[in-house]
Structure formats: structure tokens, C-alpha cells
């Protein structure tokens, strides 16, 4: 019923179930990296990622970002770690040397029916003022989307904006959306949602339509 398109936009520890049961027949999780990779692995490619981007979500989840974000630039010029929510939950710190990296996310959009997008950010930072959201196209080296995003503070902040699609883009394709900085410095997310414009109350629109 959920409109938000993203995978997880808390940016919380994301569990992989182990298959197995405690005695009091409680689910266990998985803790052994390989297999979490593998599993990583597997879910990526079933939902579509492209190849050349799973291997940097395996590296970007054992350096210390959330799973299911990758770093947007270059492993050596951006340090992620966890951070402390607003209500002690967990946050992502990212730490850029320039303007044009952050972090990303890779995800289909029903670019069939809606070409406008909201995006709902929950951050701050103690050196930066300003990002860029932006939508790729796969294997597209411009945003066929852009907004800025203004006011950070040191302080939390809920910051709102819309992305309109180019009509050219194609609606098959899957869509990578980055959160960039400004300029070098450090930035800490405690949420990011991406929802189609059309949605019904945070609901998406088809679940309301009659089906034929």
C-alpha cells in the first residue's frame, strides 16, 4: 500500500534472516559476512540492479553504509559510518572530499503512469549548507531530474522537493537516485523518501484503481 519506493530509507541495520529458529522458536539473523554478501548478492540481481553496481553495494555495506545505498563517487573519496538519530536510532554519516558524491540508490519508477516525484529528507550537517538530488537514467551520465536542496543546519531538518522526469526517459529502465554534497564536508541522513507525485495520502494510486 506504501507509495515510497525506496529500500530501506531509515538507513537502519538491515537483517538477513538465517532460516533458523532459537529454541524458544524465535527467528535467528545472519552474522556471517559471506553469507550476508551472497545473500546481498542474490537479492540485488533478482531486483534488477545492474551488474556493475552490485559488487560496489557489497563494498559500500561492509565499509559502514546502510544496506542497499552505494556510494555515489569513488571508494577513496567518501567515508561512511554509523551515526546517532534524533531518537537514538541509527543515522548515516557521509563524509565527501568534493562536491558530486554522496551516496545512491538504485530503483524501477512507474514512470507509466507519473513523471513527478517527492522526495522527503530528515538531516544535518555540521559543515554544509546545501544538496543535490538528482535522478539517473541507467547508463545515463545526466540527471534527467534535478533539485536543490537548501538550509542544512546543525540541527534536524525535514527538507521536501520534487523531481519531474524528462519526458525522453525511458519508462523501462531502472533509475539511480543520489544525495550529493556541495563541496567537501560531512553530512548525516536519518531518512530519505522517494514517493510518485500522484500518490493517495502516502498510499500509491493503483492500490485505489479498480482492477479490469
Not at 500518490?199 to 485505489?208: I, L, P, Q
Request: charged share 25%; net charge neutral; with cysteine.
Amino acid at each position: 500500500m506504501d507509495a515510497q519506493i525506496l529500500r530501506n530509507p531509515t538507513f537502519a541495520d538491515f537483517p538477513f534472516l538465517s532460516g533458523q529458529s532459537s529454541p524458544d522458536g524465535v527467528a535467528t539473523f545472519q552474522s556471517d559476512p559471506v553469507k550476508i554478501a551472497a545473500e546481498l548478492r542474490s537479492r540485488a540481481a533478482r531486483l534488477g540492479w545492474p551488474q556493475a553496481e552490485v559488487e560496489r553495494l557489497v563494498e559500500s555495506r561492509s565499509d559502514g553504509l546502510a544496506c542497499w545505498w552505494t556510494r555515489e563517487g569513488a571508494r577513496k573519496a567518501i567515508r561512511v559510518s554509523p551515526d546517532a538519530g534524533p531518537s537514538g536510532g541509527r543515522a548515516q554519516r557521509i563524509e565527501t572530499s568534493g562536491a558530486g558524491e554522496g551516496i545512491a540508490q538504485w530503483a524501477y519508477l512507474p514512470l507509466h503512469r507519473v513523471r513527478r516525484y517527492e522526495f522527503e529528507l530528515f538531516a544535518r550537517s555540521p559543515t554544509e549548507t546545501g544538496l543535490v538530488v538528482s535522478l539517473y537514467a541507467s547508463g545515463a551520465e545526466k540527471p534527467c531530474a534535478r533539485a536543490m536542496v537548501k538550509g542544512l543546519s546543525r540541527e534536524w531538518q525535514t527538507f521536501r522537493g520534487t523531481l519531474a522526469v524528462e519526458p525522453a526517459s525511458p519508462a523501462d529502465a531502472i533509475y539511480r537516485l543520489a544525495i550529493m554534497a556541495n563541496g567537501a564536508g560531512q553530512i548525516v541522513l536519518s531518512r530519505c523518501l522517494l514517493r510518485p507525485a500522484d500518490h493517495v495520502g502516502g498510499a500509491g494510486k493503483e492500490d485505489f484503481e479498480p482492477l479490469d
